[in-house]
Structure formats: C-alpha cells, structure tokens
C-alpha cells in the first residue's frame, strides 16, 4: 500500500468509529492527516504513521490534481 494520500481521499479503517461508520474524507494533509466521519461529521487529527497504521483501504481518490 503507498503512503500517497491526496486531499479528498476517501478511506476505510480498519476498526470503525463508535458511530458505526468505518468510512472518512482526508480533509487536511501535511505532517498530520486530519479525516471527517461519513457518518457523524466528527474530524480527528491522526500523525501521519498513526494514520497509515489505522488505513485499511482507500475506496476513492481525488484525481484533479489540484494543488500540486
């Protein structure tokens, strides 16, 4: 799996939030990755390797290629 995370990103973890969702958005990406619950809204700031630990699979991508 690579480490390439792009804004707009939406992934699986592999324990799911205690709103029953297992599904977010990367919202911000940097140092930090911040990630928004489809199911709940709530936004969590993950370290980057805490964040790779956490990702089970990446179910869409964000392909403009906006900001870089």
Do not use: N, Y
């Amino acid at each position: 799996m690579t480490d390439d995370i792009r804004l707009g990103d939406v992934i699986r973890t592999r324990k799911s939030h205690p709103c029953g969702s297992d599904e977010w958005t990367v919202i911000r990406v940097g140092a930090d990755i911040k990630i928004k619950c489809h199911g709940c809204s709530h936004i969590v700031m993950l370290e980057r390797d805490a964040f790779l630990k956490r990702r089970k699979a990446i179910l869409s991508r964000k392909e403009d290629g906006q900001g870089e």
